[in-house]
């Protein structure tokens, strides 16, 4: 099993490294190890989160307001979405056919 970040989750996740790496350095580093922890929980159970909408499921994330949006695709993981819990619930919803 292998994850993939989608482009538009990549730079979401970029965004908010930089956001909290610029608050604070530490936070920087503890916001992806969380994303990477999440992952690898994924990898393993891949069907253990919620399913959301269609065939995408929701990880929140523990320490950070964020939540991996994915899809299982065979042994792919697709993160579709890096979503902050403040933003537009739905606003990554036009991303699932991509």
């Known amino acids: 099993m292998r994850v993939r970040f989608a482009e538009l989750a990549k730079v979401e996740f970029d965004e908010a490294r930089a956001w909290y790496r610029d608050i604070r350095p530490e936070l920087g580093r503890a916001f992806p190890a969380e994303v990477r922890t999440a ?3 994924m990898v393993h ?3 253990m989160y ?3 909408i269609g065939e995408i499921r929701r990880c929140v994330l523990s320490q950070f307001p964020y939540t991996l949006r994915y899809a299982v695709r065979g042994d792919l993981i697709v993160v579709v979405a890096v979503s902050h819990h403040h933003r537009s619930p739905d606003y990554w919803v036009d991303r699932i056919s991509s």
């Open 45 to 47: 159970m891949p069907l």
């Open 50 to 52: 919620p399913l959301e």
């Open 39 to 41: 992952t690898r929980r």
